[in-house]
C-alpha cells in the first residue's frame, strides 16, 4: 500500500512541477510581435488596406493563429503591413518577431523557427487566355519577360533558378502589367493570384506552369524560446485532431 501512495505522490508532483516549467519559462509580460500582409485568402485586411491591426485582419491562416496562440496562452500584437520585404526583414532582425503565411523552403529554413503547417498553396506561372505561350518547365521561363512579387518564396525560387524575374513591390501590380503586354507571364501563388485577378476585374487568367506545391507557415525569429514554438505547435496539432483547422478553412473557401 505505501509504495502505491507513493508512486501516486511521485506522479502528482511531476505533474506540477511540469506544468510550472511551462510557464515559468516565459518572462513575465511576455509577448510575440506579429506581421502578415495582404495574402488572401489566408491573410488580409478587412477594409482591403495595406495596413490593418488585430481585428480589422481575417483569413485562414489569421483565424488559426489567432486560436493557436489563445491555446497556448501567449499574448501578441498583430499588423497588417506593407510591403513584404520590410516586414519580412524585421522578423529576421528582432527577436519575438514572427511573420506569416510564410512559405516554408530550404533556403529559409534555418532563418527561422517554424510553426505550422497552416495551409498549403501551388506555385504557378500564368498567362492571358489568348495567350499562345507553352512553358514545359521553369528553364523555359527565362526567354520571357515573368512577373514577381519581391522577396516572395517564388521570386526567390525563380532566382535561385539563373531567372531574373521583374518584380513588384505589390503582387497586384502584375496583373495590370501582364493584362497590358508589359509582362508575358506572371510567377505567383494559387489560390491568391486567382483571387487577386478576380479583385482587379481580371477573369481571362490561365495557368501555363505548375511548379511546386507549398506548405505556409507562422515564421518565428530564430531567437525566439523553444518553448513558445513548442506550445503554439502543440496548439495547432490539437487544432488539427479536432477537425478547428479543416472547420476554419472552409469558412473561407
Partial sequence: MRTWWLRLAAVLLGGVLGTTQVHAELPEG????????????????????????DEAIDG?????????????????NLSLRFPWDRIYNLTLENANYGIFSTTRTPEREG???????????????????????TVSDVKALGKYRVGAYKNDAVSLFLEGQGLMPINALRDQENVAKLQSGQLDLWATTDPVGRYLAKQA?????????????????????????????NRLQQALDAMRREGVVDRITKNYL
Fill in 30 to 53: 511576455y509577448r510575440v510581435v506579429l506581421f502578415t500582409e495582404n495574402f488572401p485568402p489566408f491573410n488580409m485586411a478587412v477594409d482591403e488596406k495595406n495596413f490593418a491591426r
Fill in 111 to 133: 532563418l527561422f523557427k517554424w510553426v505550422g503547417p497552416l495551409a498549403t498553396s501551388s506555385w504557378v506561372v500564368m498567362a492571358p487566355q489568348n495567350s499562345n505561350i
Fill in 201 to 229: 476585374g481580371v477573369s481571362n487568367l490561365k495557368i501555363v506552369l505548375r511548379m511546386r506545391e507549398a506548405t505556409l507557415y507562422l515564421a518565428l525569429n530564430k531567437d525566439t524560446p523553444d518553448e513558445v514554438v
Fill in 60 to 76: 485562414i491562416s489569421t483565424d488559426l493563429v489567432r486560436e493557436m496562440f489563445k491555446r497556448a496562452k501567449i499574448d501578441y
